[in-house]
């Protein structure tokens, strides 16, 4: 195995009978897209796909995210500053949640 495919490889704790629960559906998925290109992403998904903008943050030039509507599910349109700030509030609450392994960067897709 490469470093890269070290790097982007997801380890997670088994899942046990007890967390799964067929009474309890999933309410809402929510996928982050990190946009280096922040400006044309938007544009793409909400203006040519026609996502609607649900809300939009900016903390600088480099943290901005713009949420969007799809149906039951939220597309981000992160920028890597604010990818990067998601990424460290997951690794403090899975760490609360007593998670033994967090990937030490999300995985990139290939195409």
Do not use: C
């Not at 890269?4 to 998925?29: G, H, I, Y």
């Not at 929510?30 to 026609?50: I, K, N, P, Q, S």
């Amino acid at each position: 195995m490469t470093s890269a495919e070290e790097a982007t490889t997801v380890r997670s704790r088994p899942v046990e009978d007890a967390d799964m629960d067929e009474n309890k559906p999933v309410l809402q998925l929510r996928v982050v897209v990190e946009a280096e290109d922040f400006d044309a992403a938007v544009r793409f998904y909400r203006d040519v796909l026609g996502l609607p903008e649900r809300i939009a943050y900016a903390q600088g030039a480099d943290d901005r995210v713009s949420i969007l509507e799809a149906g039951r599910a939220t597309l981000e349109i992160a920028s890597p500053g604010h990818k990067k700030a998601i990424d460290q509030k997951s690794r403090q609450a899975a760490r609360r949640a007593g998670a033994s392994a967090w990937p030490s960067r999300s995985p990139t897709p290939r195409g």
